[in-house]
């Protein structure tokens, strides 16, 4: 190939999602270079497939061989590249989907090949087959047009005012996806230009903590209703960004915050602006306190612990 197509929401993908995660710019960087390097030995003919020494593998990364390692069976978990140790000494590193991103010249260099040898061709010039054709497009148009005279016309149905009456297929299939839309974004607007969501809610949450697509379309489903779809993406952005949700990523603690099914179901959104977000875990209070000298987190659950305990606060 002589170049990939590398789309702009790539790093919003699912598993590199995932890999941001884990291994930060680092993996990212890595899954790109070693996509490079397969596309640059494969043809329209070979495996998608490289065989590298572990010693070249650590000069194309810049790391040293253990962080080598580590990524290279990260990038195989998740399941982007396929790595198999050949003798301890080499690596065998697949990705069967980088086909879909080939370029154009490729493509085209590929299906040139297949296709088929020129017609025989009749007397007059033309080709037998193409002969055929044109015999067939007179048949096809002469029975067109006496189908056509003796087909009643049809009248769409209308409502009272005269405008054309929506079926309830139609209208179930916008509300999905509409539906679609706010969960997933848009993919016929990626930057989102027609007033549409460049991504959707299931992008704004952490990846740990997404759950399955099927759960949460089914909890978006339960309480969505036209008037509070603004209201619930816009609970998503301030409760991602929220120092409940931060602390516990920074600490390793993601395991504590809701999935993103359970959050919809228990109308998370109507606790923005209340304050309940505010408090972070206790592991970061513990953290900032140690790193600087006379740190006191003066927070919400502070107001409140040293509340009197008549049932008032102050």
């Known amino acids: 190939m002589r170049w990939i197509k590398h789309m702009a929401m790539s790093h919003l993908d699912e598993k590199l999602s995932i890999l941001i995660e884990e291994m930060g710019m680092h993996g990212y960087g890595a899954w790109w270079i070693i996509l490079e390097r397969i596309a640059m030995q494969v043809t329209e003919d070979s495996e998608p497939t490289v065989r590298l020494s572990l010693r070249v593998c650590s000069q194309l990364l810049k790391t040293h061989l253990p962080l080598t390692k580590k990524t290279l069976n990260t ?15 080499y690596v065998e590193l697949s990705v069967p989907n980088i086909i879909k991103y080939r370029d154009e010249w490729t493509r085209k260099k590929s299906n040139a090949k297949t296709k088929t040898p020129e017609l025989l061709r009749s007397d007059s010039g033309d080709c037998q087959e193409s002969l055929r054709c044109k015999e067939v497009e007179v048949e096809v148009e002469v029975e067109t047009e006496v189908e056509r005279e003796n087909t ?14 929506k079926s309830r297929s139609s209208k179930s299939d916008e509300v999905n996806q509409a539906i679609e839309r706010e969960l997933f974004g848009s993919d016929d607007d990626p930057i989102g230009l027609d007033d549409e969501p460049a991504v959707g809610i299931w992008q704004l949450w952490i990846p740990s903590r997404r759950g399955t697509k099927e759960e949460v379309r089914k909890a978006y489903k339960q309480v969505r209703k036209p008037d509070n779809v603004a209201a619930i993406r816009a609970g998503v952005e301030e409760f991602m960004r929220s120092l409940y949700v931060t602390s516990r990523i920074e600490t390793g603690n993601a395991g504590f915050i809701k999935h993103l099914a359970t959050w919809l179901r228990a109308r998370g959104w109507e606790e923005a602006g209340t304050g309940a977000w505010d408090e972070p875990c206790q592991e970061w209070k513990r953290i900032h306190a140690s790193e600087q000298p006379g740190f006191n987190y003066n927070g919400p659950c502070r107001v409140i612990n040293f509340a009197p305990r008549d049932g008032t606060l102050g």
Do not use: A, F
């Open 152 to 165: 009643p016309p049809i009248v769409p149905p209308t409502g009272g005012n005269g405008t054309r009456k």
């Open 75 to 89: 990038l195989h978990e998740i399941g982007l590249v396929i790595v198999n140790y050949v003798d301890d000494k």
